[in-house]
């Protein structure tokens, strides 16, 4: 088998753009374990795309939380994803709990359930984007405890809030919804218009709901980032996009469904590079 960090590295290059983007700004000694850990995510976020009902997707996760536990796989030594993620493990002595926490998170993505409120779906970006920053601090902190499991709980609820708002079209167009029910209820919001594609002043005010949710969850953020040490900040980096894009999305007369929620690749390098340089800039010792 080829190199399996080089596979990780390419596979997150490709899928997964803002997080390949900040992780160039991790310690070289660190930024495979760190890359390992994203190529695992996206390996697990993508299982609805590549099965055609629950079932087989089930079976999919199950391969993941076998090998993770210890169950014997014939194939397990041939992924690269996993050979990775298991030399990862070893190195910085990751809690594999967390990670399997991730992949029981991911399993609502294989149902169109609705998300039943806020809460639930705090808790799903908690055990997803969030535990993905905190097991990437681990990773750049050495294998030690950061300290920063407060700042990622809600570093990781912005980030998650706003890309999960980003993929309302696609999540519509096959009737799956991760907006809130309490949400939509308050604010009377149709789903089968929702689902058709169709923005609503209704559907318009659950989203600026949610959007200021977002931002608490990021002023929440700012409030904590100075318990982030330099050496494990570009595993927060992601969460430097978050107010560009809820700007985008809060603009007048933005349709979801017709506009995109995107940066210009050369705007999103500009404002990672800045956050970059600020975060990992060492303070100045007290006089």
Request: charged letters at 25%; hydrophobic letters at 45%; a neutral charge.
């Amino acid at each position: 088998m080829s190199d399996p960090f080089a596979h990780v590295q390419t596979l997150v290059r490709d899928h997964d753009i803002d997080r390949y983007l900040t992780a160039l700004f991790a310690p070289a000694e660190h930024r495979g374990g760190l890359l390992a850990l994203y190529a695992f995510n996206i390996e697990i976020a993508r299982v609805r795309d590549v099965v055609n009902d629950p079932l087989p997707g089930e079976v999919r996760l199950q391969w993941w939380r076998d090998f993770l536990t210890g169950t014997e796989h014939g194939a397990a030594s041939a992924n690269p994803v996993a050979a990775a993620l298991a030399e990862t493990i070893k190195r910085y002595n990751l809690p594999v709990a967390a990670l399997i926490a991730l992949i029981d998170a991911r399993v609502f993505d294989l149902y169109d359930d609705p998300m039943p409120t806020l809460l639930d779906l705090e808790g799903y970006a908690g055990e997803t984007s969030s535990a993905l920053m905190q097991l990437g601090s681990i990773v750049l902190a050495g294998g030690t405890e950061p300290g920063t499991c407060d700042t990622a709980g809600h570093a990781g609820v912005a980030y998650g809030l706003t890309g999960l708002m980003r993929a309302l079209p696609w999540h519509a167009a096959r009737r799956q919804c991760y907006m809130p029910a309490d949400v939509l209820d308050r604010h009377g919001v149709d789903r089968e218009t929702m689902f058709r594609g169709e923005m609503t002043v209704e559907l318009g005010a659950a989203l600026a709901e949610m959007r200021a949710h977002a931002r608490h969850h990021l002023e929440r953020t700012r409030d904590l980032v100075s318990c982030v040490r330099p050496e494990v900040a570009s595993a927060f980096l992601p969460v430097c996009l978050v107010e560009p894009f809820l700007k985008v999305m809060a603009r007048k007369g933005f349709n979801p469904f017709r506009d995109r929620a995107e940066l210009s690749q050369l705007r999103r390098q500009w404002i990672i590079w800045r956050a970059a340089r600020k975060a990992m800039k060492p303070s100045r010792p007290a006089r």
